[in-house]
């Protein structure tokens, strides 16, 4: 028995060695089968891999062609499609899927963006709109086929590199070669993992003018251009690099005092966009609109109807402040090169394509001139074979290799006035001709192809001599042949910026509670301060002389014993605070003049001394720098002399608000009282005219118009013969065409020539302006009549110079005063000559106004007293 189970122990222990044996194995095996991999390292080389791929593959164009992969394999698929006829864009789209890895909306999308750009691609159909926003019709509805410009630049199937699509199955192309900045001209913009892509559009005739800028060596400046127009300020666009901006604007006119019209708008927003801001900016508040009609067809139309009241002038700033009619984009020029994307700027990608055109031009020319060559020798072969009747050689010969080595044997003479050497193709060639061609071979023909050929070669390789020439021609003959009805659409225009405290509508009302101490707009049961907005600043006033400025809210506690409360202006220098206060409990009666031009925000700040016990006695607040006169009443005391005295304002100077003032005196005040409203201390306003920005300023900017006071008004003359008069407010709006800004004076002469488009005569007249506000025309209603000449010189003289028939006649000098005499802005004029009139020239003129006997003795005097009149004195003096 033992040993039986001494056995059965031994086998037992046999069998569990050999299962861990096996066990040990299958796990040897599992981890060679299965080797672990971490989550993190796996995420890293699979992201990198994805992440490149989108950034090469999908969203970023490259430098050479501009494009982006889908783009190009569409362009390849319609070149491949291209009969002259227009293709279903169904029929492109899935022609295009054989080389484009994904699906068909990517390249239905792509395809009418390309469409769109109005560029590369000629549409026919419904392909939506860019000013409104509507989509492209669907695809089977819709019709495409390249463009003569796509034609003409894009493709040239023997200096294109060629690679296999996706599957192996078909060729694509690396790269198109486009022989023009078509990345610059179409603009791009593509989102990738990590990085970015935009490339603004540019003007087509701008980009070849800044080629060939580039190709001669001088210096050139590109800036975008936009299909929707507007106006732009490219101060800050840094050659379209990170970091840079444009300020874009749609373009907003005065139609009538209650209607303004928006003609163009800003780069990446529709009609529709657009209208949603306003309307958007209208319910915040911002802006007081009555309706919008949204008129755009082929154009931009969308009128905005203004309630009675509504300033236009402050309205076209507020939507510029508070809408998408004022947008700012921030360009981000990233391209493919050498697989590796590349960030530089848009001189330095005209310069790359200017160069690459210029090699893609020299490749073309070095082919064919080598196939001007090949078929020079062939044909000088095929004469020499024919002509020296070498055929007739090989009739005794048996084998191929005999008939080869007897017509090169008859060659040989003839070698040396070849190109290059014989090869055993070329005689095999010419084994190829058919009898009937070598009966009928004409020798003269022959010759004169040949010499055909060589005229060819020569001027071949007189373009490879001058490269940099031909390419610039090449510019020009793309510009001439595709460049008409492509002009500049954005206007350039350095734009100042809108302080949108300034425009804001005052939408909400302010109260104060001044025993408790609170401000705000939801205090309607207190007292009625003022209009004001909710993004406006309040300036209040404590009896102890503190001041703070707060944001206007709901409800804020600022402090009790409120003595003003009123909507603050920052870096206001007119209005004036004329303040009287007492020093501490028993100190001297101060006395002061002062601007608050600017403060923190929520900060207390005091007036005085700032000597506890202190308190503003009197205070008044003077948008206009007024100076009043007060009464001081003092408090009865002994050996007092003087009990009641006046004081003016007038007489301090004004002063920083951190000034202590003047001690007014030095015993106690009973009462202050009024005695005389004050005038304006500050003199009349001073006002510039900024060209670059058409507007007003009184910082000194641009031209000086004079000093303005009360109702003095502003005269505004077009080019287009019309006049109107203005206010001097800092917010009004110019026309574009503006010819003479100046400040008003009726008694001023202005002699005008122009042409009457009804009679078909040159006209000239001179008149007094009438003082009208609204545009009115001095040259008439046809809109074909336009302004020639308008002078403010009192005795203009004018030399006239004849065209046509009349060319040979001798010029004309005419005085102007003894021509005509001042009449009526309304009336005709005299009719300048009866002649045809080619040129009308201003002469210096003889007879100069006389001095007034009232006139400054000096011209610095004339400075002094008005600087606007310093032209008329000095032209007196010469």
Not at 10 to 37: A, C, F, P, R, T
Not at 505 to 527: C, H, M, P, Q, S
Not at 808 to 829: L, W
Request: overall charge neutral; glycine content about 6%; aromatic content about 8%.
């Amino acid at each position: 028995m033992s040993n039986e189970k001494n056995e059965k122990t031994d086998q037992q222990n046999k069998e569990k060695l050999k299962l861990n044996s096996e066990i040990s194995d299958k796990g040897k095996h599992s981890e060679e089968m299965h080797k672990i991999v971490h989550l993190s390292g796996m995420y890293k080389d699979w992201f990198l891999d994805y992440a490149s791929y989108v950034i090469l593959e999908r969203a970023v164009p490259h430098l050479h062609d501009g494009l982006k992969p889908v783009q190009r394999r569409i362009l390849h698929a319609m070149k491949r499609l291209d009969d002259g006829r227009y293709n279903k864009v169904a029929n492109i789209i899935g022609y295009t899927m054989q080389y484009h890895p994904h699906g068909d909306a990517s390249i239905g999308d792509a395809l009418v963006q390309l469409g769109q750009k109005d560029l590369l691609i000629d549409a026919q159909g419904n392909w939506g709109n860019v000013l409104t926003g509507d989509g492209a019709a669907a695809s089977r509805y819709i019709e495409a086929r390249l463009s003569k410009f796509a034609l003409d630049v894009v493709f040239n199937p023997k200096t294109t590199e060629w690679k296999k699509s996706y599957d192996g199955r078909n060729n694509e192309p690396v790269t198109l070669p486009v022989k023009f900045p078509l990345l610059l001209a179409q603009g791009v913009e593509g989102i990738a993992v990590g990085l970015a892509s935009k490339i603004l559009p540019h003007n087509f005739n701008e980009l070849i003018d800044a080629a060939i800028a580039y190709l001669k060596g001088k210096n050139f400046e590109i800036y975008p251009d936009f299909l929707t127009g507007g106006i732009a300020d490219f101060s800050k666009y840094n050659e379209g690099i990170r970091g840079g901006s444009i300020k874009i604007r749609a373009k907003i006119e005065k139609e009538d005092k209650k209607t303004l019209k928006i003609t163009e708008l800003p780069f990446s927003k529709t009609t529709q966009s657009l209208i949603d801001s306003i309307l958007k900016a209208n319910e915040k508040g911002k802006i007081k609109i009555r309706k919008i009609d949204d008129n755009t067809a082929e154009n931009v139309e969308i009128l905005i109807h203004l309630p009675a009241g509504t300033s236009p002038d402050q309205t076209i700033d507020a939507l510029y402040a508070f809408t998408d009619c004022e947008v700012s984009i921030s360009p981000n020029s990233c391209v493919i090169e050498n697989s590796k994307p590349v960030f530089i700027g848009v001189s330095e990608m005209l310069k790359n394509s200017a160069d690459n055109t210029v090699e893609l031009l020299k490749k073309e020319l070095q082919i064919k001139k080598h196939e001007l060559q090949e078929a020079w020798h062939l044909t000088s072969l095929e004469k020499i074979f024919i002509e020296n009747r070498i055929y007739h050689d090989i009739e005794e010969c048996e084998t191929w290799e005999s008939i080869i080595k007897t017509i090169d044997k008859g060659l040989e003479p003839f070698k040396k006035m070849l190109l290059r050497e014989v090869t055993e193709e070329d005689i095999v060639k010419l084994t190829e001709i058919k009898i009937k061609r070598i009966t009928k071979f004409d020798i003269k023909k022959a010759d004169e192809y040949i010499r055909g050929l060589e005229e060819e070669i020569k001027e071949v390789q007189n373009h490879l001599d001058h490269i940099i020439e031909y390419a610039i021609n090449y510019y020009k003959q793309i510009r001439k042949k595709h460049g008409d009805g492509r002009d500049r659409k954005t206007e350039i225009r350095n734009l100042d910026s809108i302080a949108a405290t300034q425009v804001v509508v005052a939408n909400r009302k302010l109260y104060v509670n001044r025993e408790e101490g609170f401000i705000g707009t939801g205090l309607k049961k207190d007292e009625y301060v003022s209009e004001c907005s909710d993004i406006d600043e309040v300036i209040v006033f404590l009896r102890d002389g503190k001041y703070i400025i707060t944001k206007a809210d709901d409800k804020v506690f600022v402090g009790k014993d409120i003595i003003h409360v009123a909507v603050f202006k920052r870096n206001d220098n007119r209005t004036i605070y004329n303040i009287i206060y007492r020093d501490g409990l028993n100190g001297a009666i101060m006395i002061k003049r002062c601007a608050i031009k600017g403060i923190t925000r929520d900060k207390d700040y005091t007036i005085s001394k700032g000597t506890k016990g202190s308190k503003i006695l009197y205070m008044t607040v003077n948008p206009n720098g007024e100076a009043e006169t007060v009464k001081i009443y003092l408090r009865p005391r002994p050996r007092l002399k003087k009990p009641i005295f006046e004081f003016e304002f007038s007489e301090l100077a004004i002063k920083g608000r951190q000034s202590m003032g003047n001690i007014l005196t030095k015993y106690a005040i009973h009462k202050i009282v009024l005695k005389d409203e004050g005038v304006s201390t500050l003199g009349d306003r001073k006002i510039w005219f900024e060209e670059e920005v058409l507007r007003l300023n009184a910082d000194g900017r641009g031209n000086y118009l004079g000093e303005f006071h009360g109702d003095d008004k502003i005269l505004v003359v077009t080019k287009s013969g019309k006049y109107r008069l203005s206010t001097y407010d800092l917010m009004n709006h110019f026309e574009d065409d503006v010819m003479i800004v100046e400040k008003f004076r009726q008694e001023k002469i202005f002699s005008a020539v122009y042409y009457d488009a009804d009679l078909e005569y040159y006209y000239i007249k001179r008149f007094i302006i009438d003082p009208i506000d609204k545009p009115t025309s001095f040259i008439g209603d046809n809109e074909e009549s336009r302004l020639i000449k308008l002078t403010e010189v009192e005795y203009p003289r004018l030399e006239v110079s004849f065209g046509g028939r009349h060319k040979n006649r001798e010029n004309d000098i005419i005085e102007v005063a003894e021509f005509i005499g001042v009449k009526s802005y309304k009336a005709r004029g005299k009719r300048l000559s009866n002649y045809e009139v080619k040129v009308v020239k201003e002469l210096e003129p003889l007879i100069i106004k006389e001095e007034d006997p009232e006139m400054p003795e000096s011209v610095e005097d004339m400075k002094d007293e008005d600087p606007s009149q310093m032209s008329l004195f000095e032209n007196g003096k010469k």
